[in-house]
C-alpha cells in the first residue's frame, strides 16, 4: 500500500471514529473548533518581560462550534483575555488587530476566561479541534503557569493533520482554504475568524 493510500485511510478511521462519538455521546454533539491568539514579537520578548518558559500568553480564545449531527456551524465568539506576564506589541497588533487598548477593555484574567468556556461550552464533555497542536500546547503551558485546571477532556481533535491525510499535503490555513475553495472570511490572525474558518474546513473532512 503507497504512502498516500495509508494516510487516507488514517483519515477515514478518523471520521468514523466521530461518526461513532456523535451517535453514542449523550451529551451535546459539538465540536469546538478553537484558535488562541498570543502576545507575540518579531524577534525577541523585551528585555524584563517574560523568560522563555512563558513566551506568548494568550490575548483571544475564539471559539467556532459545529453540530457534528447536522454538519452545520452553530455560532461563534471571541474571549478577549488580559495578559499579565507580556504586553502586546506592535507586531503583535500589525499581525491579530487587537490592541492593548481593546484588550484592556473588553478582556478578563484566564481563570475567569477558562471557567466561562467550561460553563457556556461544557468543554469538559464536548470533542474540540484546533488547527494543528499549538493550542493544546499552549492551554497546556498556560494552565499549569497559572494554576488553573486544563478545561477540556482527551478529544482534541488536530484538523490540520485529517486535512494533509485527507488531501496528502501539508499547509498554512489561508493555504488549505485556497485548496478546497473557502474563502477566508474576516481578518487572518484573529481567533474568532481563524476559528469560523477551520470549521468550515473541518466540515469538508
Same mark, same amino acid.
Given at each position: 500500500?503507497?504512502?498516500?493510500?495509508?494516510?487516507?485511510?488514517?483519515?477515514?478511521?478518523?471520521?468514523? !471514529?466521530?461518526?461513532?462519538?456523535?451517535?453514542?455521546?449523550?451529551?451535546?454533539?459539538?465540536? #469546538?473548533?478553537?484558535?488562541?491568539?498570543?502576545?507575540?514579537?518579531?524577534?525577541?520578548?523585551?528585555?524584563?518581560?517574560?523568560?522563555?518558559?512563558?513566551?506568548?500568553?494568550?490575548?483571544?480564545?475564539?471559539?467556532?462550534?459545529?453540530?457534528?449531527?447536522?454538519?452545520?456551524?452553530?455560532?461563534?465568539?471571541?474571549?478577549?483575555?488580559?495578559?499579565?506576564?507580556? $504586553?502586546?506589541?506592535? =507586531?503583535?497588533?500589525?499581525?491579530?488587530?487587537?490592541?492593548?487598548?481593546?484588550?484592556?477593555?473588553?478582556?478578563?484574567? =484566564?481563570?475567569?476566561?477558562?471557567?466561562?468556556?467550561?460553563?457556556?461550552?461544557?468543554?469538559?464533555?464536548?470533542?474540540?479541534?484546533?488547527?494543528?497542536?499549538?493550542? *493544546?500546547?499552549?492551554?497546556?503551558?498556560?494552565?499549569?503557569?497559572?494554576?488553573?485546571?486544563?478545561? =477540556?477532556?482527551?478529544?482534541? !481533535?488536530?484538523?490540520?493533520?485529517? =486535512?494533509?491525510? $485527507?488531501?496528502?499535503?501539508?499547509?498554512? !490555513? *489561508? $493555504?488549505? #482554504?485556497?485548496?478546497?475553495?473557502?474563502? #477566508?472570511?474576516?481578518?487572518?490572525?484573529?481567533?474568532?475568524?481563524?476559528?469560523?474558518?477551520?470549521?468550515?474546513? !473541518?466540515?469538508?473532512?
Amino acid at each position: 500500500m503507497g504512502v498516500l493510500a495509508m494516510e487516507r485511510n488514517r483519515h477515514d478511521y478518523c471520521i468514523n !471514529l466521530i461518526d461513532d462519538w456523535v451517535v453514542h455521546m449523550s451529551t451535546p454533539k459539538l465540536c #469546538l473548533v478553537i484558535d488562541v491568539e498570543a502576545t507575540c514579537w518579531d524577534k525577541n520578548p523585551p528585555s524584563g518581560q517574560a523568560p522563555d518558559s512563558q513566551r506568548g500568553e494568550i490575548i483571544e480564545i475564539g471559539i467556532t462550534s459545529v453540530d457534528m449531527s447536522t454538519k452545520e456551524i452553530v455560532d461563534s465568539e471571541s474571549i478577549i483575555v488580559w495578559p499579565t506576564t507580556t $504586553k502586546i506589541s506592535e =507586531f503583535c497588533t500589525e499581525l491579530t488587530t487587537l490592541t492593548p487598548e481593546y484588550v484592556q477593555e473588553n478582556g478578563r484574567t =484566564f481563570g475567569s476566561a477558562i471557567y466561562y468556556m467550561q460553563c457556556k461550552y461544557k468543554t469538559d464533555r464536548n470533542m474540540w479541534g484546533s488547527w494543528g497542536k499549538y493550542d *493544546d500546547k499552549i492551554f497546556i503551558r498556560q494552565c499549569a503557569r497559572e494554576g488553573v485546571r486544563y478545561p =477540556f477532556n482527551n478529544s482534541h !481533535l488536530n484538523i490540520k493533520t485529517l =486535512f494533509a491525510w $485527507k488531501y496528502g499535503f501539508n499547509c498554512r !490555513l *489561508d $493555504k488549505a #482554504l485556497n485548496h478546497v475553495n473557502i474563502p #477566508l472570511v474576516g481578518t487572518h490572525h484573529r481567533g474568532i475568524d481563524d476559528s469560523k474558518n477551520i470549521a468550515k474546513i !473541518l466540515l469538508t473532512l
